[in-house]
Antibody, heavy 120, light 107 residues
């Protein structure tokens, strides 16, 4: 079974750094793009960016370029989303998901989500 | 960026109703459209790709149609498990973009 398992919920203060993770299993991790999607409280889905673990090729949505960093460690089948200085407005649920047929395509499956809460 | 606009934002319906959700793209995306279902507190679930191809295991009461800039998701006979929010997503070009969602609620 193809599965993505994300790290647990985080509570941080504005200005702190954070790195959340997404571990893949049940497929060849290096052969599929992994993406990150943000969902702010009560809002819709926003594409953050994607990474190809095979060669670490990374692409960002213009809305998130420079705000976050996406990385991957193929030796442990894990992708990451990180912030160097969190803002209150980063409070959201973040999902990782696999692109089914390369870039661009649809997302399937999805991780269970990581809730990031940032306070002032 | 390609903008995706769904209508309506909220839809009230009863079990057994036929329900249609519309998704419009700001420019032609051919048939490069996917649909997802999301229930409260859960990750989105993939339903349909290439505008009308049903993912394996998705009930046949779900169907998709359209091409170019206008697309629809239809639920032929709404079931209690179908009350959720539905999103379209274009994958014609990066950045990938989603519609704002349509919440299907109990009438």
């Amino acid at each position: 079974e193809v599965q993505l398992v994300q790290s647990g919920a985080e509570v941080k203060k504005s200005g702190e750094s954070l790195k959340i993770s997404c571990k893949g299993s049940g497929y060849t991790f290096t052969n599929y793009w992994i993406g990150w999607v943000r969902q702010m409280p009560g809002k819709g889905l926003e594409w953050v960016g994607i990474i190809y673990p095979g060669d670490s090729d990374t692409r960002y949505s213009p809305s998130f370029q420079g705000q976050v960093t996406i990385s991957a460690d193929k030796s442990i089948r894990t992708a990451y989303l990180q912030w160097s200085s969190l803002k209150v407005s980063d409070t959201a649920m973040y999902y990782c998901a696999r692109l089914s047929y390369g870039d661009p395509s649809w997302f399937d499956p999805w991780g269970q989500g990581t809730l990031v809460t940032v306070s002032s | 960026d390609i903008q995706m606009t769904q209508s309506p934002s909220t839809l009230s319906a009863s079990v057994g109703d036929r329900v249609t959700i519309t998704c419009r793209a700001s420019q032609s995306i051919s048939s490069w459209l996917a649909w997802y279902q999301q229930k409260p507190g859960k990750a989105p679930k993939f339903l349909i790709y290439k505008a009308s191809s049903l993912e394996s295991g998705v009930p046949s009461r779900f169907s998709g149609s359209g091409s170019g800039t206008e697309f629809t998701l239809t639920i032929s006979s709404l079931q209690p498990d179908d009350f959720a929010t539905y999103y379209c997503q274009q994958y014609n070009s990066s950045p990938l973009t989603f519609g704002q969602g349509t919440k299907v609620e109990i009438k």
